[in-house]
């Protein structure tokens, strides 16, 4: 059975200078999962406003590990580098709460 999943992630609020994003300076996300056998990208948001984005795991493989990652983008255009990549492996059996702070 197919089952509705929510990838989160901390907002961004500083540059890599650590100095604070001025307020009115819109960020936006844009957020990547890989499937870790078949290597296939799937873009789950573009330009997405939230910190979270929810997708379905309907074609997932159970017991597969799969990796998400983000970029911010600024207003003005500039994009940060990805990410560090998260992994998860979408859990055998009945669908449950994944270990992990990223994927529910």
């Known amino acids: 059975y197919a089952s ?3 990838v ?4 961004v609020t500083t540059y ?3 100095t604070l994003i001025e307020s009115g300076n819109t960020i ?3 957020i990547w999962m890989q499937d870790n056998i078949t290597k296939v990208v799937t873009q789950l948001a573009a330009s ?3 910190a979270s984005q929810g997708f379905s795991d309907s074609s997932m493989v159970k017991g597969r590990a799969y990796n998400f990652w983000g970029q911010a983008v600024l207003q003005s255009g500039v994009a940060s580098d990805n990410s560090p990549q998260y992994s998860w492996i979408l859990p055998l059996g ?4 994944p270990a992990g702070w990223a994927v529910q």
């Open 4 to 6: 509705a999943r929510t």
């Open 8 to 11: 989160s992630w901390s907002p």
């Open 16 to 18: 890599t200078d650590n």
């Open 28 to 30: 936006t996300y844009n």
């Open 48 to 50: 997405t406003l939230a």
């Open 94 to 97: 009945k669908a449950s709460q």
